[in-house]
T-cell receptor, first 114, second 115 residues
């Protein structure tokens, strides 16, 4: 089955730790995105990548880092510099980077700071 | 700053009636428009997309786009209790030089279908 897989589903982080969220897609999509969702809020763009080895900051990139070494993978690292990381993180992909194609989402990772 | 505005609701609609969800956007360069449904605790799932002015129908759902007025709406006919969810409007605009920079989402409208 084609789709986007995020792991883990739930993640707990201690203060000061870096954690990495995984996102893998087998849809052969060029573009991949990371969003953050807080309770009662819409999705806010963290980072996006239109092509392998290239990525751009979104609206709330501070405290996060990404890599795009392979077309199918776009991991997100939440660093200790992110002061309020507790949120629902969603990875998405779209077929082309031109904007006129829909984005599909993974199941999400719920990150909690303990 | 691109903005997408939605009434947060809750919007309560009787079962079998038409639910009307509205969305306005600020960026006149927006090219494509999407409606996602999100159940509590789950990820968004795509319902419809629309690129051109006018109406687009898919089953019980109709998306309407008016670029001159910068609004997009979603109509749900014969509303069912299973339609109860948060509906997210998303807009995509091309960057200068081509390519897109990700969807901009509204905060969503919470829809409740009353049996």
């Amino acid at each position: 089955d084609g789709g986007i897989t995020q792991s883990p589903k739930y993640l707990f982080r201690k203060e000061g730790q870096n954690v990495t969220l995984s996102c893998e897609q087998n849809l052969n999509h060029d573009a991949m995105y990371w969003y953050r969702q807080d309770p009662g809020q819409g999705l806010r763009l963290i980072y996006y990548s239109q092509i392998v080895n290239d990525f751009q900051k979104g609206d709330i990139a501070e405290g996060y880092s990404v890599s795009r070494e392979k077309k199918e993978s776009f991991p997100l690292t939440v660093t200790s510099a992110q002061k309020n990381p507790t949120a629902f993180y969603l990875c998405a992909s779209s077929a082309t980077p031109t904007g006129n194609t829909e984005a599909f989402f993974g199941q999400g990772t719920r990150l909690t700071v303990v | 700053q691109k903005e997408v505005e939605q009434n947060s609701g809750p919007l309560s609609v009787p079962e079998g009636a038409i639910a009307s969800l509205n969305c306005t956007y600020s960026d006149r360069g927006s090219q494509s428009f999407f409606w996602y449904r999100q159940y509590s605790g789950k990820s968004p799932e795509l319902i419809m997309f629309i690129y051109s002015n006018g109406d687009k129908e898919d089953g019980r759902f109709t998306a309407q786009l008016n670029k001159a007025s910068q609004y997009v709406s979603l109509l749900i006919r014969d509303s069912q209790p299973s339609d109860s969810a948060t509906y997210l409007c998303a807009v995509n605009a091309l960057r200068w030089g081509g390519g897109a920079d990700g969807l901009t989402f509204g905060k969503g409208t919470h829809l409740i279908i009353q049996p």
